[in-house]
C-alpha cells in the first residue's frame, strides 16, 4: 500500500517535527532496538494491500501475542543493539593493523571494545537456534518464514566458525574472532540482525493490540465498521457505526463546526492504516475492503516563497490523489473541507465536479467532510454516494455534541452562535463606541 508523506503528517502516524505527542507510532511501539524500531516504521509507512497479506500478518501477530513474555526474553536475549555497535566499530581489521599493534596505546581500548562485542554476539548465537526453532513450527506462515531465514544463516560457515571461537576468551582467540565477525561473517549478521528485527516489530504490533484491547478486521468487498472510535480519545471517545454498501464510492459527510467530522475521519484513516498493517483496530467489528493506496487532505498549507496560495496547494493536494488512484489503480481517501481557500460558489462548483468524478471510480472509496451543502441537491439518489451527518443540540444557551454519525445531510451552522457565544461581537461593539469618545 502507498502512503505518502502528507498523509503520514495528516493522521499523526509517526513523530516528526510537524507532529509531536501522541501518535499511532506511540500506540503501537514497544521495540527495544533500533533495528526493531526501524522495521515498525517500515511496516507503517509501507502497509500490505493484498488481503493475503495483511491475513499473514494478523496471523502472526496473533501468534506472538500467545507468548508474549517469553518471545520478548528470546528478543532480549538476541541484544540486536549491541551487536549491531560491535560490527560497526571503527578499528581497523586485525588483518589490517599495522605490526607492532599490541603495543601501541589504543590497543587496549580496542580489545576491550572486541571482547564486549564477542560476549553480545554469543548471546545471539546462542539465543538464535532455539528461537529459530520455535519459529519454524508456529501455525503462522510469517514466522516460520523467519524462522527458516534465521536458520540457514547459522548453518552459514562462518556463523559456525564463530561459534567455535566464542567459547574461548583467549587473546589469539579475540583476534580471529574479530577478523571472522567484522570481516567474512559481517553480511551474515546482518541478516540476522535484519531477521530479528522484523520478528520484534511484528512481537510489537501484537503486543500493543493485545495490550489495547484491540479487535482484528476482516478483509472483505466492501466496509462495514461497528463501534469505531479515534485510537488517540481513550475512554473519552464516542463510537460510531459505518456499514456501506458495496457500490459507494463517495462518503459525504456534512455538519457543524466541533460537532466530530475531522475526528471521524481521522479515525476511518487510522483504522484502514491499521487494518493493512495487520493489527488490530480501534472498533468492536470491522470488515474492509484492501487498498493500494491510503490518501489524506486535511492540513494544507499554503507556500508564499513559491507562490502558490493555498487554494492551489489544495488543487494540487487533490490532484495528488488523482495521480495515487492512476498509478495504483485504488484508493481509501480522506477530504476535509475541500477548497475552502475560494469564494463560496467556487467551492461548491469544484466540490461537486471532484465528488462526481471519485463516484465513478471504481476503485476509490473517498470520505470528503464539507461544509458547502449547494452541492447536496446534485447528488442526492446517487447510490455511489452516501450522505452522513453530525450534529450538535441547540436546545440548551451553547450548543452540545453527542459526536454521533447519522445519515443524512445538516443544514446546521453554528459560525454566527460561536461568535456571539465568546462574546466576540461584543467586545468588539464595546470597543467602537470606545473609540468614538477618544477621537
Given at each position: 500500500?502507498?502512503?505518502?508523506?502528507?498523509?503520514?503528517?495528516?493522521?499523526?502516524?509517526?513523530?516528526?517535527?510537524?507532529?509531536?505527542?501522541?501518535?499511532?507510532?506511540?500506540?503501537?511501539?514497544?521495540?527495544?532496538?533500533?533495528?526493531?524500531?526501524?522495521?515498525?516504521?517500515?511496516?507503517?509507512?509501507?502497509?500490505?494491500?493484498?488481503?493475503?497479506?495483511?491475513?499473514?500478518?494478523?496471523?502472526?501477530?496473533?501468534?506472538?501475542?500467545?507468548?508474549?513474555?517469553?518471545?520478548?526474553?528470546?528478543?532480549?536475549?538476541?541484544?540486536?543493539?549491541?551487536?549491531?555497535?560491535?560490527?560497526?566499530?571503527?578499528?581497523?581489521?586485525?588483518?589490517?593493523?599495522?605490526?607492532?599493534?599490541?603495543?601501541?596505546?589504543?590497543?587496549?581500548?580496542?580489545?576491550?571494545?572486541?571482547?564486549?562485542?564477542?560476549?553480545?554476539?554469543?548471546?545471539?548465537?546462542r539465543s538464535l537456534p532455539g528461537l529459530s526453532n520455535h519459529l519454524i513450527h508456529s501455525d503462522a506462515v510469517l514466522l516460520r518464514d523467519l524462522g527458516d531465514a534465521i536458520a540457514a544463516v547459522m548453518e552459514n560457515a562462518a556463523i559456525q566458525q564463530l561459534r567455535r571461537f566464542s567459547e574461548s576468551r583467549k587473546a589469539a582467540s579475540t583476534l580471529r574472532f574479530d577478523q571472522a565477525a567484522r570481516g567474512g561473517a559481517r553480511a551474515g549478521f546482518m541478516r540476522l540482525i535484519t531477521s530479528v528485527a522484523e520478528l520484534e516489530a511484528?512481537?510489537?504490533?501484537?503486543?500493543?493490540?493485545?495490550?489495547?484491547?484491540?479487535?482484528?478486521?476482516?478483509?472483505?468487498?466492501?466496509?462495514?465498521?461497528?463501534?469505531?472510535?479515534?485510537?488517540?480519545?481513550?475512554?473519552?471517545?464516542?463510537?460510531?457505526?459505518?456499514?456501506?454498501?458495496?457500490?459507494?464510492?463517495?462518503?459525504?459527510?456534512?455538519?457543524?463546526?466541533?460537532?466530530?467530522?475531522?475526528?471521524?475521519?481521522?479515525?476511518?484513516?487510522?483504522?484502514?492504516?491499521?487494518?493493512?498493517?495487520?493489527?488490530?483496530?480501534?472498533?468492536?467489528?470491522?470488515?474492509?475492503?484492501?487498498?493500494?493506496?491510503?490518501?489524506?487532505?486535511?492540513?494544507?498549507?499554503?507556500?508564499?516563497?513559491?507562490?502558490?496560495?493555498?487554494?492551489?496547494?489544495?488543487?494540487?493536494?487533490?490532484?495528488?490523489?488523482?495521480?495515487?488512484?492512476?498509478?495504483?489503480?485504488?484508493?481509501?481517501?480522506?477530504?476535509?473541507?475541500?477548497?475552502?481557500?475560494?469564494?463560496?460558489?467556487?467551492?461548491?462548483?469544484?466540490?461537486?465536479?471532484?465528488?462526481?468524478?471519485?463516484?465513478?471510480?471504481?476503485?476509490?472509496?473517498?470520505?470528503?467532510?464539507?461544509?458547502?451543502?449547494?452541492?447536496?441537491?446534485?447528488?442526492?439518489?446517487?447510490?455511489?454516494?452516501?450522505?452522513?451527518?453530525?450534529?450538535?443540540?441547540?436546545?440548551?444557551?451553547?450548543?452540545?455534541?453527542?459526536?454521533?454519525?447519522?445519515?443524512?445531510?445538516?443544514?446546521?451552522?453554528?459560525?454566527?452562535?460561536?461568535?456571539?457565544?465568546?462574546?466576540?461581537?461584543?467586545?468588539?461593539?464595546?470597543?467602537?463606541?470606545?473609540?468614538?469618545?477618544?477621537?
Amino acid at each position: 500500500m502507498f502512503v505518502d508523506a502528507a498523509t503520514l503528517q495528516d493522521l499523526e502516524v509517526v513523530p516528526t517535527p510537524m507532529v509531536r505527542g501522541t501518535t499511532l507510532w506511540s500506540l503501537l511501539d514497544r521495540t527495544r532496538t533500533r533495528a526493531g524500531s526501524d522495521a515498525l516504521r517500515n511496516r507503517l509507512q509501507r502497509p500490505a494491500h493484498s488481503p493475503g497479506d495483511v491475513l499473514a500478518l494478523q496471523r502472526a501477530h496473533q501468534q506472538l501475542s500467545v507468548e508474549l513474555s517469553a518471545y520478548r526474553e528470546a528478543l532480549d536475549a538476541a541484544a540486536l543493539d549491541e551487536v549491531e555497535r560491535y560490527l560497526n566499530l571503527t578499528w581497523q581489521l586485525p588483518q589490517a593493523m599495522p605490526p607492532m599493534a599490541r603495543v601501541r596505546k589504543w590497543y587496549r581500548q580496542y580489545v576491550q571494545d572486541v571482547e564486549r562485542g564477542q560476549f553480545y554476539v554469543s548471546s545471539l548465537l546462542r539465543s538464535l537456534p532455539g528461537l529459530s526453532n520455535h519459529l519454524i513450527h508456529s501455525d503462522a506462515v510469517l514466522l516460520r518464514d523467519l524462522g527458516d531465514a534465521i536458520a540457514a544463516v547459522m548453518e552459514n560457515a562462518a556463523i559456525q566458525q564463530l561459534r567455535r571461537f566464542s567459547e574461548s576468551r583467549k587473546a589469539a582467540s579475540t583476534l580471529r574472532f574479530d577478523q571472522a565477525a567484522r570481516g567474512g561473517a559481517r553480511a551474515g549478521f546482518m541478516r540476522l540482525i535484519t531477521s530479528v528485527a522484523e520478528l520484534e516489530a511484528l512481537w510489537s504490533v501484537g503486543a500493543a493490540t493485545r495490550e489495547h484491547g484491540w479487535i482484528y478486521p476482516q478483509p472483505s468487498s466492501q466496509l462495514r465498521v461497528s463501534g469505531l472510535v479515534h485510537p488517540f480519545l481513550g475512554t473519552h471517545a464516542v463510537p460510531n457505526d459505518l456499514h456501506l454498501a458495496s457500490e459507494v464510492r463517495v462518503c459525504f459527510v456534512t455538519g457543524p463546526n466541533m460537532a466530530g467530522k475531522s475526528t471521524f475521519l481521522r479515525a476511518i484513516g487510522l483504522a484502514l492504516l491499521l487494518a493493512h498493517i495487520g493489527s488490530g483496530v480501534p472498533a468492536a467489528s470491522m470488515q474492509f475492503a484492501p487498498a493500494a493506496t491510503l490518501f489524506s487532505s486535511v492540513q494544507i498549507a499554503d507556500n508564499l516563497s513559491a507562490g502558490e496560495s493555498f487554494y492551489l496547494a489544495e488543487v494540487r493536494r487533490i490532484g495528488a490523489l488523482a495521480s495515487a488512484l492512476d498509478d495504483h489503480g485504488s484508493a481509501v481517501a480522506v477530504i476535509d473541507e475541500p477548497f475552502r481557500g475560494t469564494n463560496v460558489h467556487d467551492a461548491a462548483e469544484a466540490t461537486l465536479a471532484v465528488v462526481t468524478r471519485l463516484a465513478a471510480h471504481a476503485g476509490a472509496l473517498v470520505f470528503v467532510a464539507s461544509h458547502v451543502g449547494e452541492v447536496v441537491p446534485a447528488i442526492l439518489g446517487d447510490s455511489r454516494i452516501t450522505l452522513l451527518n453530525f450534529a450538535a443540540d441547540m436546545t440548551g444557551d451553547r450548543p452540545t455534541f453527542d459526536y454521533r454519525l447519522r445519515e443524512g445531510v445538516s443544514e446546521q451552522r453554528l459560525g454566527m452562535t460561536l461568535l456571539r457565544q465568546e462574546g466576540v461581537l461584543d467586545r468588539l461593539e464595546r470597543s467602537a463606541r470606545s473609540s468614538l469618545h477618544v477621537i
